[in-house]
C-alpha cells in the first residue's frame, strides 16, 4: 500500500459542517486523504457520502471547517477559501470526475467527449484527440472513438467517463458511485480498469460507493454515517 | 380516462408550474396579436370602405362630339347641363397645409337636388362648407388668412360614417355652376362608389393576404415553440407513465391535454388582454391617420374562433409530437436521434419560388390576366417560400455545422457544432422566428422601397423654387384684375415676390403658346441667373411641370412682347416659413383668378406618399416591429428551454470545473450559427420575393436600395437576438448549479 | 456459534439457574433447535471448572437444575474479549455474530462498535481477495469471486442490522 503515515495527506479535512436548509448533511468532519491511495467513502443512502466528497473536490465550500490541498511540487491551498472561478481552475487541472450516468455529452463522439477536458485547459485539438484516442484504447474501447454515448453499452459509456476524467493526468480523481448502475461483470470491468490506470500513475482515489465488492478495490475504507465518520472508522492493518 | 391521471399529469410537478406559466403567457401573447392584427386589418377595410366615395371621379362634364370624316379631330365641347339628379364636382389634389394633405371637393348642386353626398345632409351652399372634425379643429386654432379663408363659412361636421379615421382631414364646400365649369376641372357626379380600391382592388387584396401572412406566420412559432417547452422533462415523465401501464394512446392524449389546458388559460387572457390593448392600438397612426377603436374590434365569434383554434390546434401538435416521439416504458434512455435533414427539404422554398416566377412571367411576358390564377400563385408561392425557409434551415444549418465540426478548435465549439450537427432541426427551431422576421422585414422593406418619398428637389437657378407657390391664371381674367391679386398677396406677411407670367392664352387653353413671357427684373424673384439683356424674357412653360428636373435657360424676347398678351401663371415666392406658405395658398386660391390650386414643387413629396399601395408601408412597418419582437421572444424562450433540457449533463460539466464563460459560448454558438446561416438567405430571398410581388403588381413599380430602416430594423432584429441569448446567462448560471446534478 | 460463550454471555446479565439459561438461550437462539439439559450442565460444569462461574450456595434436594450460578471477574473478561473480537469472515459466522449482537445489546454494551469491527475484519477479507483476483488464472477469480460474494452477504446482514440495532434492543428489552 502505498499509505505513508510521515508524509503530509494530499487532502484533509477538519471539521466539515455543512446544511442544506434545515438539513444537516455534514456533522463535523475529519479526514486525511494520502497521496496514491484509493479511498472507499461507504455508508448508507442520505449519510452525506456526496456532500462530504463534493467538499473535498471543492465543487461545495462547506459553511464550516476547511479542505486543504497539498499538491506535489506546490504549495499547500485551502480549496475551502477560494472563490468558485479559483475552485472551477483547480477542478479542471488538478482534479477528475466519474459519475453514476449521464455525464457524457450525448452529441459528442466517445473521443470528443474525452478531449473537451483538455480543450478546455488549451490543447490543439489534434494532439487533444490523439491522447483520447490512446487512453480509450487502453481502456479497452479501441475504434469506438467514433460512436456517440448512445450507441455505447453501459459499461462503454462508464470507461469512456473513465478516460475523459483521467485524461488530463489528475492528481485526484473522484468517483461517486462510478459503477451504481452497472452489472457485476460490466463494473469489474470498469473498477479493474480505472484502478490499473491510477495505480500505474500514482492517481489520489477518492471512490463513493455503497458496495462492498466495489469499495473492495480501495486501500480502506471510510463510513459516513448521518454525516459524520462512523466509529468503527480505523486505518486497517 | 382517470381523471386523477390527468391531474398527476397536468400539475405533476412544482417544477411544471414553470412550463405551464410560459406555455399560457407565450399563448396569452400570440392570441392578443392575433387579435389585434385581425382587428386592425378589419379596421383597414372598413377604414377603406367608408373614404372610397372620395375615389370618385364621375363622367366628364363636357361633351365633345367628335367631327365626321375625321377621327383625330374634334368640336367644340359644349358643357352637359346639371340635373337634380347629378352634381358637378371639382377635386382639389394639392390641398395642402403644412405637411398634410386635405381631402377637399367642390360640389355645385341644384336645389333641390336628389344627389346624396356622403357623411353631410345637403350640398353646401356657395361659399360654405362641410369638414372633418379634425379638420375643423386645425381651422379653429390656425390664423383665418392661413387656412379657413380657403373655404369660406363653415356649415357644419362631416359624419364619421364617411371618414376614413378619427385623423381624416376632409372638407366639402360648396361652389357656383360658373365657378367650377370655368376652371375645366369639373366633373358630373350623380352616386359615389363604393369600391374602395378600383381597378387594383385584386392587387391590393393580395398584397394584404401576403402581408397578413408574413405577421401571423412569427406568431403562430412563437405558439409552437412555446408548446414545446420542457420537452426533455416531459419525456421522462410520459416514460414513468409508460412504465406503470399508460398506453402510448393515453400518453399522447395526456400530452394534448396538459398542453390544451395552459393554451385555453392563456388564450382567454389574450382575448382580455386584446380588448385592454385595443384603445392603445387604435392610437397608432396608420397612413397618417388612427383607426376608430370600434373598427379594431373583431367581435365574440372571431375571439371564440381563435381561442378554439389555437388551443385546437397546440393540443393535436403536442399529441402527435409525443406519439411521434416514441416514448417507451424505459423511457428515452438514450439521446433521440434527429433524421438527419437531406436535400429534400429545398423543395418547399423551390416551389414556392417556382409558383411566384410563374405568376410574374404569366403577368410580365405572357402578358395575360388571369387574376384567378395569378393571386393564388402569388399568395401560395408566398406561403410556401416562409415554411420553406423553416424546413430548408435545419438542412443548411447541418451543412454549415459539419464544416464547423470538422475546424473547431475550442472546447465550446466543438460542444456546439456537434450539438448542431446531432440536432439541426432543434437548434434551427431556436432561430427560425428571427430568421422569418429577417425575411419578413427585407420583404417589406424592399416592396416598400417603390413607394419611397420622392426627395423634395433643391433649390436650382433656372427651376421653380421650392419656396414658391404658382397656379395658371383661368381664362378671362382681365391683365388689371390679375395684378391687383398679385399686389395684394405681396402685401402679406412672409411672401417676398409675386410675379406674373404672360402668354397667348390660358394655359389650357387650345391657343397657348409653347413660352411663358416675363419681366426681366423679375426673374431674379423666380431665382434665374444669366439673365439676358433685355426688358422681357421667355422661358419654356414646362417651368410649371415638377417632373422637370434640368434647369431652363431665358431667352430675350422682342422689346413690348407683352403687349397683347394675357397673364397665364402667376408665382409667389416666400420667406419658407410653413405659415407663409399656407398663407400664399390661401391668397392665390381666394383670389378668383387662378385656374387650378396653387402648387409648390415641395407639393409633389406629399402626393406621392399619398398613393394607396402607401398605407401598406406603414402596415409593413408595424408587421417589421412585431415580427422582430416576437422572434426576439422565442429565441429567449427557445434557447432558455435549451438551457433548461440539458441542465443535468451541463451541470456536470461545470462540476468537473468547465467556467461558466465557455457554456455561455456554447449557447451563443448554438443561436449564431443556424442564424447566420439563413440569415442572408433570409435577406436575399426577402429582395427577390419583393421584387417578383411587386412586379408581379404593377410594372411601372422598382425596387430601389432599401432605406436606413432596414438597416437600423436588421441590426435590431441581431441586437435583440444578442439580447435573447444574454438573457438566458442568468439561467445557465443558477440551472446548472449543485442542485441541478443531484440524482433523483 | 459458541454456546458455551453465548451462556456465559447470558449468565454475565446476572445470577441464574442452570434451568432458566436453557430458557433464556431457546428464546433467544434456540428457534428450531433447543439445547439439552445435559448439554447445558455440562457446560456449566466445564466453566465452573474453568472458574469463568462459580455455583452459589446449594439449596436442599439440589439436583444441577437447582443450583444457581455466578459469573466471576475472569468469566465477565471473557465474554468482552469474546464479543469484540472479529471473527475470521466465513460462512457459518452469521449465527456467531447474530449471538454476539444479541448479548451486546442483553448486556447493554456497544453493539454497533462490535458490528464496525467486524465490517472492517470483513473488507480487509475482501481487499484481500480482490487483490489475489488481479493476477489469477479464470479459475482462481472465480474461487475468489464465491468468497466475496459470501462475505458480501454477511456485510448487508451487518449493515441491515446495524441500522436496526435500535429496534431490536427495544423488543429484546421488552421481552
Known sequence: ?237 | MNPGLFRLAVVGSRSAYGRLAGIAGGVAVGVCLVLLLWGGANGLSARDDRGAWLRETGRPAVAVPAVSGDPSASGPATPVPMTAGTVLMRTNPVEIFRDQLINRRDFAALSPSTVKIPGIPAPPEPGHYYASPALQRLIESTPRDQLGDRFGQFAGTIDDSALPGPDSLVVITGATEAELRLSGRASLVSDFTTNPYGGSAAAYNTVLLIGAAAVFFPVLLLISIVTGLGAAQRRERFATLRLIGASPQTVSSIAAVETAVPSLIGAVFGVVLAAALRPAAAQIPVNGTRVFEADLATGPVAASAVVAIVVLASALVAGYRTSRAGIGPLGVTRAVHEKTPTMWRAVPLMAGLAAMITAVVIIRVLEVHLPWLESPLLIGGFVLILAGIVVIGPWLTQLVSRTGLRRARSAAAVIAASRIHKTPVATFRSVSGLVIAVFVVSVFAGASSVIQTTEAPAARPGLLQPTSLHATVGTGHTPARVLEAAHRANELPGIRSATIGYGPAALHERDAGPEIFLRAADAPALGFENIPESETVAVDASLLHFWTTQPLALSPAPARALEGLVPVVMVLGTDGTPEAMDRARTAMNSSGVTAIPATSPMDNKLQSSTRLIQGLAVLAYLGMFLAVAIAGLSLAVATASAVLDRKRVLGLMRLMGMPVSVLRRIITREAAVPLLTVLFLSVGLGFLVAWLMVTGIDDSYRVAWPTPDYFIALGLSLLLALAAVTATFGLIRGNTAMAATRFE | MNNSLTLLGLLSRGPSYGYDLKHSYDRYFGAGKALAFGQVYSTLARMVRDELIRALGEETGGGPDRKKYEITVAGQDRVRAWLFTPDVPSESLQSELFAKTVIALLLDDDAERLLDVQRSEHMARMRELTRLKRDAGLLQVLMCDHGLFHIEADLRWIDLTGARLTQLKKELQSA
Do not use: W
Open chain 1, 1 to 237: 500500500m502505498s499509505t505513508n503515515d510521515t508524509a503530509a495527506p494530499i487532502l484533509s479535512a477538519r471539521g466539515l459542517h455543512h446544511s442544506f436548509g434545515q438539513t444537516e448533511a455534514l456533522r463535523g468532519i475529519d479526514l486525511d486523504v494520502h497521496a496514491g491511495e484509493v479511498l472507499a467513502v461507504m455508508g448508507p443512502s442520505g449519510s452525506g457520502k456526496s456532500t462530504l466528497l463534493h467538499c473535498l473536490a471543492g465543487v461545495l465550500v462547506p459553511d464550516g471547517g476547511s479542505v486543504t490541498y497539498r499538491p506535489a511540487g506546490r504549495s499547500a491551498v485551502e480549496t475551502s477559501a477560494l472563490g468558485e472561478p479559483e475552485r472551477a481552475r483547480l477542478r479542471l487541472s488538478d482534479f477528475g470526475f466519474v459519475f453514476q450516468f449521464g455525464q457524457l455529452l450525448p452529441e459528442l463522439t466517445a473521443a470528443d467527449n474525452v478531449s473537451i477536458p483538455l480543450l478546455l485547459a488549451g490543447t490543439r485539438r489534434p494532439e487533444a484527440l490523439r491522447r483520447s484516442r490512446d487512453l480509450l484504447e487502453r481502456l479497452g474501447l479501441d475504434g469506438l472513438g467514433a460512436k456517440l454515448p448512445g450507441e455505447l453499452s453501459g459499461g462503454q459509456a462508464q470507461r469512456v467517463a473513465v478516460a475523459r476524467a483521467l485524461v488530463t493526468s489528475p492528481a485526484v480523481l473522484f468517483a461517486d458511485e462510478p459503477t451504481g448502475s452497472l452489472d457485476s461483470l460490466a463494473s469489474e470491468n470498469v473498477l479493474t480498469l480505472m484502478l490499473e490506470l491510477v495505480r500505474e500513475a500514482g492517481t489520489t482515489v477518492v471512490m463513493i460507493t455503497h458496495d462492498a465488492r466495489t469499495a473492495a478495490y480501495a486501500d480502506r475504507e471510510v463510513i459516513v454515517r448521518d454525516g459524520a465518520i462512523g466509529a468503527g472508522y480505523r486505518v486497517s492493518a
